[in-house]
């Protein structure tokens, strides 16, 4: 005994009508099985009526709607792929047929994509790792999706936990305003608006790095640390400011050179100190408006000068030299 399926195909087909969105059914005109067809090939539906008399003298009539198309549904040879090709009139698809039923489906033959418009296209692959489970249909939540809509203008990837992942993500490029997302499932993502100029990440932590239009922005609530290996240059048109809460430090392994071309002001609530082996003031004037206190030696090579007075015991001015007099109201200096 041979066994052989009751499917078949019966004809090449050519689409008559573009299929409809979500449509799994479509128009065909299958020219193998009608041949001789002139002109467009479309939706042709004629009516027919007929009438007379029965062999005992009573009238009838009847009516027949004739088409050159049929209607036939989607077949889907293509695993994971969950909606119909998108057909436009004039592709050439496969006829099939069980049996002699009057129940038609088809096939693409993929010669004509030329002829194709806006698209959707579904696909999904399972995530249940269990092979006793019963599942009823592939949802989000047991499957990873992918969509590639041009009706839609948009590409998404989504994920799902349900093998045990310990994230679900979802990839989204909606080319219809311009914007990509990458998120996850606990708040961490990556953002882009091309209409409005702005990119950001962003972590559940609150953490983010931002390019707004012409602005940069970043957040963290905890520590920030570069590390560059060679050069660091900046430029800055306007301003830079500080507010630091708690320390300030700054190493230089070499020299330090800072080139003002205004003043500096320095404010301190507690002590500045200074300690270096030399430090040298280049300038036309100094001011000190409170005391000064000078542990070592002062060599003076000009005049000191004031109205005040210069006090010491025995041996606190032997060192004291200067190569001009010590013009000042009175000098106190013991013997000694």
């Known amino acids: ?180 997302t990458l998120t996850d499932n606990v708040d961490n993502y990556i953002f882009l608006d091309s209409e409005n100029t702005h990119i950001k990440a962003h972590n559940k932590e609150t953490t983010f790095f931002e390019l707004n239009q012409k602005d940069i922005n970043a957040y963290a609530p905890q520590d920030m640390t570069f590390t560059v290996d060679r050069d660091v240059k900046m430029t800055v048109g306007r301003h830079v400011a500080f507010d630091i809460g708690g320390n300030y430090s700054t190493s230089v392994g070499g020299n330090e050179t800072v080139d003002v071309k205004g003043s500096i002001s320095i404010k301190s609530g507690g002590s500045l100190t200074v300690n270096n082996p030399s430090t040298k003031f280049t300038t036309p004037n100094t001011e000190f408006t409170g005391n000064v206190k000078i542990g070592g030696a002062l060599n003076v090579s000009g005049g000191i000068t004031g109205e005040g007075t210069i006090k010491g015991k025995s041996g606190d001015f032997k060192d004291l030299k200067a190569s001009s007099p010590i013009d000042g109201k009175t000098v106190h200096a013991p013997d000694g």
């Open 1 to 180: 005994m041979t066994l052989q399926t009751r499917l078949r195909v019966i004809s090449i087909g050519i689409v008559a009508e573009n299929k409809e969105r979500d449509n799994p059914e479509v128009l065909i005109t299958p020219i193998e099985i009608l041949p001789f067809q002139l002109g467009e090939i479309k939706q042709d539906e004629k009516t027919f009526y007929s009438k007379g008399l029965d062999g005992f003298g009573g009238e009838w009539s009847a009516q027949v709607d004739i088409d050159k198309t049929l209607k036939a549904t989607w077949l889907s040879l293509e695993t994971n792929r969950e909606t119909p090709p998108d057909l436009m009139r004039g592709e050439q698809v496969l006829i099939w047929q069980y049996a002699d039923t009057d129940k038609y489906f088809y096939t693409s033959m993929g010669r004509d994509d030329v002829l194709r418009r806006l698209e959707t296209v579904v696909y999904r692959w399972s995530n249940v790792p269990d092979p006793t489970t019963d599942v009823e249909a592939m949802t989000d939540e047991n499957s990873y999706r992918l969509t590639i809509s041009t009706h839609d203008q948009k590409i998404e990837l989504v994920t799902n936990m349900n093998n045990g992942e310990p994230f679900a993500y979802q990839f989204l490029l909606d080319t219809k305003v311009g914007k990509f």
